[in-house]
């Protein structure tokens, strides 16, 4: 599991209190402190060291997108690739696309959740991602 624990010892992960990263990153605010890049990058790196943020996918472009509405609530949408090393960091293994979806609520909180596969094929084996 990877994540960030706040000074009052709570643990910060992709699963579990994923609204303190963004009300740290003033998410809600009229002038957050991170982008809507920087944010899915933090959020991808809770996922996987091997997980990347791409901003295409098949030639259709699509950058991290974060839309709130006036009551707070919205999503962060971006999508997030990833390969299984190989053999002296090569990669290995099948590469998988995932258009993921951050849900932000009105009264602050967040949930991770990620797509199907796009690139057909298999989803990753359990407990990669």
């Not at 009300?23 to 991170?34: G, I, Q, T």
Request: hydrophobic residues 40%; glycine residues 12%.
């Amino acid at each position: 599991m990877r994540g960030w624990v706040a000074p009052d010892g709570t643990v910060i992960s992709k699963d579990a209190n994923l609204g303190l990263l963004f009300a740290e990153a003033h998410a809600w605010a009229a002038k957050p402190a991170l982008n809507a890049e920087e944010l899915a990058e933090h959020v991808i790196w809770a996922v996987s060291r091997d997980s990347r943020l791409l901003w295409d996918w098949k030639n259709d472009e699509k950058p991290p997108k974060l839309e709130l509405k006036p009551d707070g609530s919205g999503t962060l949408k971006f999508l997030m690739g990833y390969r299984q090393p190989g053999p002296g960091g090569a990669g290995g293994g099948p590469e998988y696309v995932f258009e993921c979806t951050v849900t932000l609520t009105k009264d602050h909180k967040a949930q991770f959740a990620r797509g199907k596969n796009l690139n057909g094929g298999q989803e990753p084996p359990a407990g990669l991602l």
